[in-house]
């Protein structure tokens, strides 16, 4: 494979609204802190994040029902990894469930998906779940993040870090069955 195109990576970032999807875009590019202002993001956002080697191409898709259900296959059809973001809260935990169910239908097994449990700070104030309590529920693998704090960062980088490794090895082995 062209080496250029090896190092593009696909990560697309879905969830309902105001779960914290654009800030955790804004996070991969060091400015979580700047605003803080709900947005509401229409249609999508789409930047590049360099990281070592690779450019990770990260698609931030609005939340808003009209987006995610006329355009959600096109999105994701040649992501490397989904991200499913979920407030942590009890009730859109489960309605995260059911985008992650239609997710898996669309992309099958062909990328992970992998769940963040934003919002951790406000777990101990309002009841929100844990991340192990989220991934009882959805059954996927589950990462707890605080995307409004810059230093959480780190964290966000290692864990696409963890997956891209898996994302070539899928991408050879589908080259030699080619
Ligand atoms: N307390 C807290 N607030 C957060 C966190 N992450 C995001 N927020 C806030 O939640 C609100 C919504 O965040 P956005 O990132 O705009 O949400 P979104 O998922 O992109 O929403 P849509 O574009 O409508 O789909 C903003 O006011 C953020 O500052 C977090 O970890 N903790
Ligand atoms: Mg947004």
Redesign the pocket.
Known sequence: MNSTIEKLIKISIV????????????LLSNN?ESN??????QGFDLKTVKFGNYKLNVW?????KSYLKMYLTDYLLGSDIIFV?T?STPRNVLTSKELIDHSTMIIGKECPIIAIA?????CKTDGRLKADRVENVLHVKTHG?????NSERTRMMNIIKSELEQVLIRRNSVESDI
């Open positions: 969830g309902h609204p105001a779960v914290g999807k654009t800030t955790i875009l804004k979580s803080q202002k709900y947005l509401p993001t931030d898709f609005g939340g808003q973001v407030d934003n919002k951790q700070d406000l993040l605080i995307a409004i704090k």
